[in-house]
């Protein structure tokens, strides 16, 4: 599956609605920036930085507190399970299971968000993500950052589309906003 936003899909302001006639369909948010660093730190802090720092909290989530059996988080087949201290909607504990499906060095990563456990989030079933180095020039490096939400039930996809339009789209606007900090900051990555 590529999750490669195309030229007309980049903007941090794209949503894409995918209706399949016999399948369930999806959402996908695609969002692009411009780093001022080393493509390899491009390459490397979505995946292997600080999460904790990028995913801070927004609206209806609460801020990802640490992470739960992640030895083998930034290789293919790793797994994490992303912890929070819970809120209005969201209880506290495990939140999902977080999975790296591919790593191509220095190109892009894709993983996919499942599992979730709490209740309150029945209507979403997986949503594959993918980070992509596009272009990198002398210290400027454009990347592409997308997840597509997919339903539990095609009859969910309203409150799905709602969910990504108000929640989804803030958090990575917020969580690109972070990585790109990360990248162009001198701090340790936190995975190999």
Same mark, same amino acid.
């Not at 720092?53 to 801020?63: A, D, E, H, V």
């Not at 504990?93 to 191509?104: A, I, N, P, Q």
């Given at each position: 599956?590529?999750?490669?936003?195309?030229?007309?899909?980049?903007?941090?302001?794209?949503?894409?609605?995918?209706?399949?006639?016999?399948?369930?369909?999806?959402?996908?948010?695609?969002?692009?920036?411009?780093?001022?660093?080393?493509?390899?730190?491009?390459?490397?802090?979505? /995946?292997?930085g600080?999460?904790?720092?990028?995913?801070?909290?927004?609206?209806?989530?609460?801020?990802?507190?640490?992470?739960?059996?992640? #030895?083998?988080?930034?290789?293919?087949?790793?797994?994490?399970?992303?912890?929070?201290?819970?809120?209005?909607?969201?209880?506290s504990?495990? &939140? &999902?299971?977080?999975?790296?499906?591919?790593?191509?060095?220095?190109?892009?990563?894709?993983?996919?968000?499942?599992?979730?456990?709490?209740?309150?989030?029945?209507? /979403?079933?997986?949503?594959?993500?993918?980070?992509?180095?596009l272009?990198?020039?002398?210290?400027?490096?454009?990347?592409?950052?997308?997840?597509?939400?997919?339903?539990?039930?095609?009859?969910?996809?309203?409150?799905?589309?709602?969910?990504?339009?108000?929640?989804?789209?803030?958090? &990575?606007?917020?969580?690109l906003?972070? /990585?790109? #900090?990360?990248?162009?900051?001198?701090?340790?990555?936190?995975?190999?």
């Amino acid at each position: 599956m590529d999750l490669s936003p195309r030229p007309d899909e980049l903007g941090l302001n794209q949503l894409t609605f995918h209706v399949c006639r016999n399948a369930v369909s999806s959402i996908t948010v695609s969002l692009s920036d411009t780093f001022h660093c080393t493509a390899e730190r491009a390459f490397a802090a979505p /995946i292997r930085g600080d999460a904790t720092r990028f995913l801070g909290g927004y609206r209806f989530q609460p801020p990802i507190s640490g992470f739960e059996d992640d #030895a083998t988080w930034g290789q293919p087949g790793g797994v994490r399970y992303p912890v929070t201290e819970g809120g209005f909607l969201l209880r506290s504990g495990r &939140l &999902l299971t977080d999975t790296v499906l591919e790593r191509v060095e220095g190109e892009r990563w894709t993983w996919e968000i499942s599992e979730f456990t709490s209740p309150s989030l029945f209507f /979403i079933d997986r949503a594959p993500g993918q980070w992509r180095i596009l272009n990198a020039t002398d210290g400027a490096v454009e990347v592409a950052y997308s997840y597509e939400y997919f339903p539990t039930r095609r009859l969910y996809t309203p409150l799905l589309r709602a969910f990504v339009a108000l929640q989804v789209r803030g958090m &990575l606007r917020q969580a690109l906003r972070e /990585i790109k #900090a990360f990248a162009e900051s001198d701090a340790e990555m936190c995975y190999p």
